[in-house]
Protein backbone atom coordinates (compact mmCIF):
# COMPACT_ATOMS: atom_id res chain seq x y z
CA UNK A 1 0.00 0.00 0.00
CA UNK A 2 1.72 3.28 -1.07
CA UNK A 3 2.67 5.80 1.97
CA UNK A 4 3.49 9.28 2.43
CA UNK A 5 6.87 10.54 4.26
CA UNK A 6 6.37 14.24 5.70
CA UNK A 7 9.96 16.03 6.44
CA UNK A 8 9.26 18.61 8.41
CA UNK A 9 12.77 21.08 9.23
CA UNK A 10 12.43 22.90 12.68
CA UNK A 11 14.66 25.72 14.68
CA UNK A 12 15.71 22.09 17.11
CA UNK A 13 15.60 19.67 14.75
CA UNK A 14 14.30 17.73 11.48
CA UNK A 15 10.99 15.23 12.32
CA UNK A 16 9.77 12.45 9.98
CA UNK A 17 5.68 11.51 10.14
CA UNK A 18 4.66 8.78 7.97
CA UNK A 19 1.47 7.56 7.12
CA UNK A 20 -0.28 5.23 5.17
CA UNK A 21 -2.74 6.21 2.03
CA UNK A 22 -5.11 6.89 4.33
CA UNK A 23 -3.13 9.77 5.88
CA UNK A 24 -5.03 9.47 9.51
CA UNK A 25 -3.01 7.56 11.83
CA UNK A 26 0.75 9.22 12.04
CA UNK A 27 3.99 7.89 13.04
CA UNK A 28 6.38 10.69 14.58
CA UNK A 29 10.01 9.82 14.15
CA UNK A 30 12.78 12.72 15.46
CA UNK A 31 13.95 14.99 16.62
CA UNK A 32 17.08 14.44 14.26
CA UNK A 33 19.69 16.52 14.92
CA UNK A 34 18.31 17.82 17.95
CA UNK A 35 19.05 21.58 19.26
CA UNK A 36 20.18 22.43 15.53
CA UNK A 37 18.15 24.76 13.02
CA UNK A 38 17.11 22.40 9.83
CA UNK A 39 16.13 25.03 7.39
CA UNK A 40 15.32 22.04 4.95
CA UNK A 41 15.73 18.23 4.45
CA UNK A 42 14.47 16.73 0.72
CA UNK A 43 13.72 13.32 -0.73
CA UNK A 44 15.57 12.69 -3.95
CA UNK A 45 12.76 12.18 -6.62
CA UNK A 46 14.89 9.55 -8.20
CA UNK A 47 15.82 7.55 -5.34
CA UNK A 48 13.06 8.71 -2.34
CA UNK A 49 14.92 6.91 0.37
CA UNK A 50 17.72 9.28 -0.47
CA UNK A 51 17.56 12.23 1.97
CA UNK A 52 19.29 15.42 1.95
CA UNK A 53 19.06 17.97 4.81
CA UNK A 54 20.87 21.33 6.13
CA UNK A 55 22.17 21.46 9.49
CA UNK A 56 22.89 24.49 11.16
CA UNK A 57 23.71 26.48 13.79
CA UNK A 58 24.82 30.41 15.27
CA UNK A 59 27.41 28.02 16.91
CA UNK A 60 28.94 25.32 15.11
CA UNK A 61 27.74 26.71 11.14
CA UNK A 62 26.71 24.82 8.70
CA UNK A 63 26.57 20.65 8.22
CA UNK A 64 25.01 18.65 5.64
CA UNK A 65 23.55 15.45 6.20
CA UNK A 66 22.67 12.46 3.86
CA UNK A 67 20.41 9.50 4.59
CA UNK A 68 20.43 6.24 2.14
CA UNK A 69 17.76 4.73 4.09
CA UNK A 70 14.51 7.42 4.00
CA UNK A 71 16.01 8.91 7.31
CA UNK A 72 16.29 6.06 9.67
CA UNK A 73 19.78 6.72 9.78
CA UNK A 74 21.85 9.77 8.52
CA UNK A 75 25.72 10.74 7.34
CA UNK A 76 27.39 13.81 7.56
CA UNK A 77 28.48 15.07 3.99
CA UNK A 78 31.06 17.46 2.86
CA UNK A 79 30.45 21.40 4.13
CA UNK A 80 32.39 23.22 2.25
CA UNK A 81 31.05 26.14 0.55
CA UNK A 82 33.07 28.61 -1.36
CA UNK A 83 32.47 31.19 -3.17
CA UNK A 84 34.16 30.73 -6.56
CA UNK A 85 36.65 33.34 -7.68
CA UNK A 86 36.21 36.87 -6.25
CA UNK A 87 33.33 36.78 -3.94
CA UNK A 88 32.38 40.88 -4.87
CA UNK A 89 29.62 42.98 -2.88
CA UNK A 90 26.26 43.27 -2.80
CA UNK A 91 24.40 46.44 -0.96
CA UNK A 92 23.75 46.02 3.12
CA UNK A 93 21.12 47.28 4.42
CA UNK A 94 22.19 50.77 4.55
CA UNK A 95 23.17 50.92 1.10
CA UNK A 96 26.87 50.19 1.40
CA UNK A 97 28.59 47.46 -0.60
CA UNK A 98 28.76 44.81 1.76
CA UNK A 99 30.92 41.71 0.77
CA UNK A 100 29.37 37.95 0.03
CA UNK A 101 29.68 36.13 3.36
CA UNK A 102 28.06 32.66 3.20
CA UNK A 103 25.70 32.12 5.94
CA UNK A 104 23.85 28.49 5.76
CA UNK A 105 21.87 26.54 2.89
CA UNK A 106 18.09 27.60 2.91
CA UNK A 107 17.33 25.09 0.65
CA UNK A 108 18.05 21.55 -1.20
CA UNK A 109 16.95 20.72 -4.58
CA UNK A 110 17.72 17.42 -5.64
CA UNK A 111 17.80 16.48 -9.33
CA UNK A 112 15.01 15.00 -10.83
CA UNK A 113 17.02 12.23 -12.35
CA UNK A 114 20.24 11.83 -10.11
CA UNK A 115 20.35 11.30 -6.25
CA UNK A 116 24.05 12.42 -6.48
CA UNK A 117 23.09 15.59 -8.06
CA UNK A 118 21.59 18.20 -5.31
CA UNK A 119 21.50 22.37 -5.41
CA UNK A 120 22.10 24.06 -2.71
CA UNK A 121 20.29 27.81 -1.99
CA UNK A 122 22.64 29.96 -0.15
CA UNK A 123 22.62 32.55 1.80
CA UNK A 124 24.25 35.32 1.03
CA UNK A 125 22.86 34.18 -2.13
CA UNK A 126 24.62 31.66 -4.41
CA UNK A 127 23.52 28.61 -6.19
CA UNK A 128 25.91 25.34 -5.62
CA UNK A 129 25.92 22.12 -7.15
CA UNK A 130 26.99 18.67 -5.54
CA UNK A 131 27.63 16.14 -8.39
CA UNK A 132 28.56 13.59 -5.63
CA UNK A 133 25.71 12.88 -3.06
CA UNK A 134 27.09 16.18 -1.15
CA UNK A 135 30.65 15.06 -0.81
CA UNK A 136 31.68 18.12 -2.07
CA UNK A 137 30.08 21.47 -3.33
CA UNK A 138 30.75 23.76 -6.42
CA UNK A 139 29.04 27.41 -6.78
CA UNK A 140 27.32 28.02 -10.32
CA UNK A 141 28.79 31.25 -10.13
CA UNK A 142 26.78 32.69 -13.33
CA UNK A 143 23.94 33.67 -10.87
CA UNK A 144 26.19 35.82 -8.08
CA UNK A 145 28.03 37.29 -10.32
CA UNK A 146 25.43 38.55 -12.60
CA UNK A 147 25.85 42.26 -13.56
CA UNK A 148 22.71 43.03 -11.30
CA UNK A 149 24.02 41.31 -8.15
CA UNK A 150 26.10 44.37 -7.09
CA UNK A 151 23.25 46.33 -6.50
CA UNK A 152 20.96 43.43 -4.57
CA UNK A 153 19.87 43.73 -1.09
CA UNK A 154 19.17 41.69 2.42
CA UNK A 155 15.12 40.97 2.80
CA UNK A 156 14.35 41.25 7.05
CA UNK A 157 15.72 37.44 7.14
CA UNK A 158 19.05 37.76 5.33
CA UNK A 159 19.80 37.91 1.64
CA UNK A 160 18.61 33.78 1.08
CA UNK A 161 18.28 31.82 -2.35
CA UNK A 162 15.65 29.69 -0.87
CA UNK A 163 13.55 28.77 -3.99
CA UNK A 164 15.13 26.18 -6.70
CA UNK A 165 12.19 25.13 -9.00
CA UNK A 166 13.77 22.31 -12.03
CA UNK A 167 11.81 22.08 -14.97
CA UNK A 168 10.94 18.73 -16.37
CA UNK A 169 10.64 19.16 -19.57
CA UNK A 170 12.96 21.38 -20.54
CA UNK A 171 16.82 20.05 -19.53
CA UNK A 172 18.59 22.95 -18.11
CA UNK A 173 16.05 24.96 -17.43
CA UNK A 174 16.38 26.55 -13.84
CA UNK A 175 14.21 29.12 -12.02
CA UNK A 176 15.67 30.88 -8.35
CA UNK A 177 14.41 33.35 -5.64
CA UNK A 178 16.52 35.36 -3.86
CA UNK A 179 15.32 37.74 -1.10
CA UNK A 180 14.49 40.54 -2.30
CA UNK A 181 16.85 40.43 -5.51
CA UNK A 182 13.98 38.71 -7.33
CA UNK A 183 13.84 36.27 -9.57
CA UNK A 184 16.23 34.68 -12.27
CA UNK A 185 15.98 31.83 -14.56
CA UNK A 186 18.90 29.60 -16.39
CA UNK A 187 17.96 27.67 -19.76
CA UNK A 188 21.60 26.04 -19.95
CA UNK A 189 21.39 24.36 -16.54
CA UNK A 190 22.85 27.16 -14.19
CA UNK A 191 25.72 28.48 -16.49
CA UNK A 192 24.12 31.81 -17.14
CA UNK A 193 21.01 33.62 -15.44
CA UNK A 194 18.95 36.32 -16.37
CA UNK A 195 16.49 38.42 -13.78
CA UNK A 196 12.92 37.24 -14.73
CA UNK A 197 10.47 40.15 -12.84
CA UNK A 198 8.60 42.18 -15.70
CA UNK A 199 5.60 42.58 -14.53
CA UNK A 200 6.60 42.87 -10.23
CA UNK A 201 6.00 45.96 -8.64
CA UNK A 202 7.10 46.51 -5.46
CA UNK A 203 6.45 50.08 -3.57
CA UNK A 204 8.99 51.37 -1.41
CA UNK A 205 11.86 50.71 -3.26
CA UNK A 206 12.99 53.28 -5.89
CA UNK A 207 12.19 52.06 -9.34
CA UNK A 208 8.90 49.82 -8.18
CA UNK A 209 9.03 48.32 -11.14
CA UNK A 210 12.84 47.64 -11.61
CA UNK A 211 14.68 44.49 -13.23
CA UNK A 212 15.52 43.07 -9.56
CA UNK A 213 15.23 44.47 -6.20
CA UNK A 214 11.58 42.42 -5.72
CA UNK A 215 11.02 40.51 -2.37
CA UNK A 216 9.86 37.14 -4.24
CA UNK A 217 8.99 35.08 -0.87
CA UNK A 218 8.43 32.00 -2.86
CA UNK A 219 7.65 30.50 -6.33
CA UNK A 220 5.56 27.70 -7.37
CA UNK A 221 4.89 25.41 -10.65
CA UNK A 222 3.07 22.27 -11.34
CA UNK A 223 5.46 19.61 -13.06
CA UNK A 224 2.84 18.85 -16.15
CA UNK A 225 2.89 22.47 -17.14
CA UNK A 226 6.05 24.12 -15.71
CA UNK A 227 5.72 27.00 -18.28
CA UNK A 228 3.09 28.42 -15.94
CA UNK A 229 4.60 30.25 -12.38
CA UNK A 230 2.95 31.11 -9.49
CA UNK A 231 4.67 33.28 -7.10
CA UNK A 232 3.67 34.86 -3.41
CA UNK A 233 5.90 37.97 -3.11
CA UNK A 234 5.70 40.37 0.11
CA UNK A 235 3.06 41.73 -1.16
CA UNK A 236 1.13 40.36 -4.30
CA UNK A 237 0.83 36.87 -5.47
CA UNK A 238 1.24 36.83 -8.94
CA UNK A 239 1.44 34.19 -11.80
CA UNK A 240 3.28 34.10 -15.43
CA UNK A 241 2.12 31.91 -18.48
CA UNK A 242 5.82 32.58 -20.09
CA UNK A 243 8.02 30.75 -17.75
CA UNK A 244 8.27 33.96 -15.86
CA UNK A 245 8.95 36.27 -18.78
CA UNK A 246 5.97 38.41 -17.48
CA UNK A 247 4.44 38.22 -14.40
CA UNK A 248 0.33 39.57 -13.69
CA UNK A 249 -1.33 39.99 -10.14
CA UNK A 250 -3.42 37.05 -9.12
CA UNK A 251 -4.09 38.31 -5.64
CA UNK A 252 -7.97 38.85 -6.42
CA UNK A 253 -10.37 38.76 -3.30
CA UNK A 254 -7.89 37.89 -0.65
CA UNK A 255 -8.07 39.44 2.58
CA UNK A 256 -4.09 40.39 2.23
CA UNK A 257 -1.69 39.86 -0.40
CA UNK A 258 0.97 39.30 1.87
CA UNK A 259 2.21 35.89 2.84
CA UNK A 260 4.93 33.30 2.41
CA UNK A 261 4.10 29.63 1.18
CA UNK A 262 2.46 28.90 -2.15
CA UNK A 263 1.76 25.74 -3.84
CA UNK A 264 0.41 23.91 -6.71
CA UNK A 265 -1.98 20.76 -6.56
CA UNK A 266 -0.63 17.45 -7.44
CA UNK A 267 -3.51 16.63 -9.98
CA UNK A 268 -4.99 20.65 -10.96
CA UNK A 269 -2.55 22.89 -12.49
CA UNK A 270 -5.10 25.36 -12.16
CA UNK A 271 -5.51 24.78 -8.53
CA UNK A 272 -3.15 26.96 -6.32
CA UNK A 273 -2.81 26.88 -2.53
CA UNK A 274 -1.66 30.35 -0.28
CA UNK A 275 -2.10 31.44 3.43
CA UNK A 276 -2.55 34.91 3.56
CA UNK A 277 -0.68 36.55 6.14
CA UNK A 278 -1.18 39.87 8.30
CA UNK A 279 1.76 42.58 7.02
CA UNK A 280 4.08 44.40 7.30
CA UNK A 281 5.59 43.67 10.81
CA UNK A 282 3.06 41.57 12.41
CA UNK A 283 2.95 38.42 10.38
CA UNK A 284 0.57 36.30 11.83
CA UNK A 285 -2.57 35.16 10.66
CA UNK A 286 -5.79 38.37 10.25
CA UNK A 287 -8.17 38.58 12.54
CA UNK A 288 -6.42 35.72 14.55
CA UNK A 289 -7.73 32.89 12.35
CA UNK A 290 -5.78 30.26 10.41
CA UNK A 291 -7.10 29.99 6.88
CA UNK A 292 -5.49 28.61 3.77
CA UNK A 293 -6.76 30.40 0.59
CA UNK A 294 -7.68 28.21 -2.54
CA UNK A 295 -7.77 29.36 -6.30
CA UNK A 296 -9.34 26.69 -8.77
CA UNK A 297 -9.01 29.34 -11.27
CA UNK A 298 -5.24 30.16 -11.12
CA UNK A 299 -5.79 32.97 -8.92
CA UNK A 300 -8.03 35.92 -8.65
CA UNK A 301 -10.75 33.81 -7.08
CA UNK A 302 -10.16 32.47 -3.71
CA UNK A 303 -12.00 30.43 -0.76
CA UNK A 304 -11.06 30.59 2.16
CA UNK A 305 -10.57 26.91 3.91
CA UNK A 306 -11.28 26.65 7.36
CA UNK A 307 -12.43 23.42 8.88
CA UNK A 308 -10.51 22.06 11.51
CA UNK A 309 -8.26 25.26 11.83
CA UNK A 310 -8.02 27.41 14.87
CA UNK A 311 -10.23 30.41 13.74
CA UNK A 312 -9.86 32.50 17.01
CA UNK A 313 -6.75 33.35 19.02
CA UNK A 314 -4.23 31.93 16.53
CA UNK A 315 -1.29 34.20 15.75
CA UNK A 316 1.34 31.59 14.25
CA UNK A 317 3.00 32.00 10.75
CA UNK A 318 3.59 29.84 8.04
CA UNK A 319 6.92 30.39 6.57
CA UNK A 320 8.04 30.00 2.86
CA UNK A 321 9.24 26.12 2.54
CA UNK A 322 6.60 24.88 5.03
CA UNK A 323 4.05 23.82 2.48
CA UNK A 324 3.77 20.81 0.36
CA UNK A 325 1.51 18.43 -1.53
CA UNK A 326 1.56 14.70 -2.17
CA UNK A 327 0.01 12.81 -4.89
CA UNK A 328 -2.75 10.82 -3.64
CA UNK A 329 -5.59 11.69 -4.97
CA UNK A 330 -7.47 12.73 -3.69
CA UNK A 331 -4.62 15.04 -2.95
CA UNK A 332 -3.00 15.60 0.54
CA UNK A 333 -2.04 19.58 1.32
CA UNK A 334 0.21 19.92 4.35
CA UNK A 335 1.73 22.76 5.97
CA UNK A 336 3.84 23.40 9.36
CA UNK A 337 4.00 26.85 11.65
CA UNK A 338 6.01 28.91 13.94
CA UNK A 339 3.64 27.41 16.42
CA UNK A 340 4.81 23.68 16.61
CA UNK A 341 2.28 22.67 14.30
CA UNK A 342 1.64 20.10 11.29
CA UNK A 343 -1.63 20.16 9.59
CA UNK A 344 -3.00 17.89 6.63
CA UNK A 345 -5.61 18.19 4.57
CA UNK A 346 -6.09 14.68 3.25
CA UNK A 347 -9.06 16.43 1.08
CA UNK A 348 -7.24 18.92 -1.24
CA UNK A 349 -7.72 21.74 1.91
CA UNK A 350 -11.65 21.07 2.39
CA UNK A 351 -10.75 19.72 5.99
CA UNK A 352 -7.63 20.03 8.03
CA UNK A 353 -6.19 18.34 10.91
CA UNK A 354 -2.34 18.55 12.99
CA UNK A 355 -0.44 15.73 12.76
CA UNK A 356 1.56 17.00 15.48
CA UNK A 357 0.91 20.21 17.63
CA UNK A 358 3.94 20.90 19.72
CA UNK A 359 7.03 20.67 17.61
CA UNK A 360 9.44 23.61 17.53
CA UNK A 361 8.51 26.40 14.83
CA UNK A 362 8.40 24.74 11.93
CA UNK A 363 10.79 26.01 9.15
CA UNK A 364 10.46 23.99 5.90
CA UNK A 365 7.73 20.72 5.33
CA UNK A 366 8.19 18.39 2.09
CA UNK A 367 6.38 15.34 1.48
CA UNK A 368 7.21 11.80 -0.60
CA UNK A 369 4.07 10.45 -1.54
CA UNK A 370 5.96 6.11 -1.82
CA UNK A 371 5.34 3.18 -3.49
CA UNK B 1 48.27 12.00 23.06
CA UNK B 2 46.24 15.35 23.21
CA UNK B 3 42.86 15.09 24.93
CA UNK B 4 40.05 17.18 23.61
CA UNK B 5 36.90 18.02 25.43
CA UNK B 6 33.91 19.18 22.81
CA UNK B 7 30.86 20.44 23.45
CA UNK B 8 27.59 18.16 23.24
CA UNK B 9 27.03 19.12 20.04
CA UNK B 10 29.88 18.27 18.42
CA UNK B 11 30.34 15.70 20.24
CA UNK B 12 26.65 13.89 18.75
CA UNK B 13 27.87 15.06 15.05
CA UNK B 14 31.52 12.86 16.02
CA UNK B 15 30.04 10.43 17.50
CA UNK B 16 31.52 10.11 20.05
CA UNK B 17 31.19 10.31 24.10
CA UNK B 18 33.62 11.90 26.56
CA UNK B 19 36.61 13.26 24.95
CA UNK B 20 38.91 12.53 22.25
CA UNK B 21 42.11 11.54 22.14
CA UNK B 22 44.09 12.83 18.76
CA UNK B 23 47.77 12.25 18.13
CA UNK B 24 49.63 15.20 16.85
CA UNK B 25 52.80 15.19 14.48
CA UNK B 26 55.64 17.50 15.11
CA UNK B 27 55.03 20.62 17.57
CA UNK B 28 51.97 20.87 19.65
CA UNK B 29 50.44 24.10 19.15
CA UNK B 30 46.65 25.71 18.40
CA UNK B 31 46.91 24.69 14.92
CA UNK B 32 47.95 21.27 14.83
CA UNK B 33 45.73 19.85 17.47
CA UNK B 34 42.89 21.20 15.53
CA UNK B 35 44.09 20.13 11.75
CA UNK B 36 44.86 16.60 14.20
CA UNK B 37 40.94 16.46 15.51
CA UNK B 38 39.72 17.57 12.01
CA UNK B 39 41.82 15.12 10.15
CA UNK B 40 40.43 12.22 12.76
CA UNK B 41 36.97 13.98 12.76
CA UNK B 42 35.93 15.18 9.34
CA UNK B 43 32.83 15.81 10.00
CA UNK B 44 34.10 18.91 12.53
CA UNK B 45 35.76 20.31 9.54
CA UNK B 46 34.03 23.84 9.57
CA UNK B 47 32.13 23.73 12.71
CA UNK B 48 35.27 25.07 14.85
CA UNK B 49 36.61 27.52 12.27
CA UNK B 50 36.41 28.31 8.69
CA UNK B 51 37.86 26.00 6.57
CA UNK B 52 39.47 28.26 4.44
CA UNK B 53 41.06 31.08 6.67
CA UNK B 54 41.20 28.84 9.54
CA UNK B 55 39.08 31.58 11.89
CA UNK B 56 37.51 30.76 15.11
CA UNK B 57 33.59 30.46 15.02
CA UNK B 58 32.57 33.62 17.27
CA UNK B 59 30.60 31.47 19.27
CA UNK B 60 33.89 28.93 20.48
CA UNK B 61 36.47 29.23 22.65
CA UNK B 62 39.33 27.40 23.67
CA UNK B 63 40.59 26.37 26.90
CA UNK B 64 44.07 24.82 28.68
CA UNK B 65 45.20 24.44 32.15
CA UNK B 66 43.05 27.58 33.16
CA UNK B 67 43.78 29.88 29.88
CA UNK B 68 42.12 31.36 27.40
CA UNK B 69 43.82 30.38 24.25
CA UNK B 70 40.57 31.93 22.26
CA UNK B 71 42.65 34.90 20.72
CA UNK B 72 46.00 33.57 20.59
CA UNK B 73 47.80 32.48 16.80
CA UNK B 74 47.99 28.68 15.88
CA UNK B 75 51.77 28.57 16.01
CA UNK B 76 50.95 29.04 20.32
CA UNK B 77 52.45 25.94 22.01
CA UNK B 78 49.83 24.03 24.34
CA UNK B 79 50.44 23.74 27.92
CA UNK B 80 52.79 20.75 28.79
CA UNK B 81 50.20 19.72 31.17
CA UNK B 82 48.16 19.20 27.63
CA UNK B 83 50.85 17.82 25.75
CA UNK B 84 51.51 14.91 28.26
CA UNK B 85 47.63 14.30 28.41
CA UNK B 86 47.44 15.48 32.25
CA UNK B 87 44.77 18.38 30.74
CA UNK B 88 42.23 18.70 27.88
CA UNK B 89 42.50 21.22 25.60
CA UNK B 90 38.90 22.45 25.02
CA UNK B 91 36.43 23.47 22.80
CA UNK B 92 34.19 25.20 24.97
CA UNK B 93 30.33 26.60 23.35
CA UNK B 94 29.26 30.08 24.34
CA UNK B 95 26.39 29.86 26.65
CA UNK B 96 24.44 32.17 24.23
CA UNK B 97 20.70 31.83 22.32
CA UNK B 98 17.79 30.11 22.71
Given at each position: MS?VR????????A???TA?????QW??????FG???I????G?P?????L???????W????I?????????W??M?????Y??????????????H?W?F?????L??????????????????????TD?????QE??????????????P??????????????????????????????????????W??????L????????M??????????????????VLF???????M???D??????????????D????????A???????V?P??????????D???R??????????W???????????????????A??????D?????????????????????S???????L???V??E????? | ?????????????????????????G????G????A?????????????????????????????E?????????????????????????????A??
Amino acid sequence: MSRVRVLVGTRKGAFILTADGGRKQWEVSGPHFGGWEIYHLKGSPADPDRLYASQSSGWFGQVIQRSRDGGKTWEPMGNKFTYEGPTGTHQWYDGTPHPWDFARVWHLEPSLTDPETVYAGVEDAALFRTTDGGQTWQELPGLRTHGSAASWQPGAGGMCLHTVLLDPSHPGRMFVAISAAGAFRSDDAGTTWRPINRGLTSEGIPDPMAEVGHCVHRIAMHRSRPGVLFMQKHWDVMRSDDAGESWREVSGNLPTDFGFPIDVHAHEPETVYVVPIKSDSEHYPPDGKLRVYRSRTGGNEWEPLTRGLPQRDCYVNVLRDAMAVDAFDPCGVYFGTTGGQVYVSPDAGDSWTPIVQHLPAVVSVEVQTLP
Amino acid sequence: MIRVTLPAHLRTLARVDGEVKVAVEGPATLGSVLDALEAGYPMLRGTIRDQVTHQRRAFLRFFACEQDLSHEPPDTPLPDAVVQGAEPFMVVGAMAGG
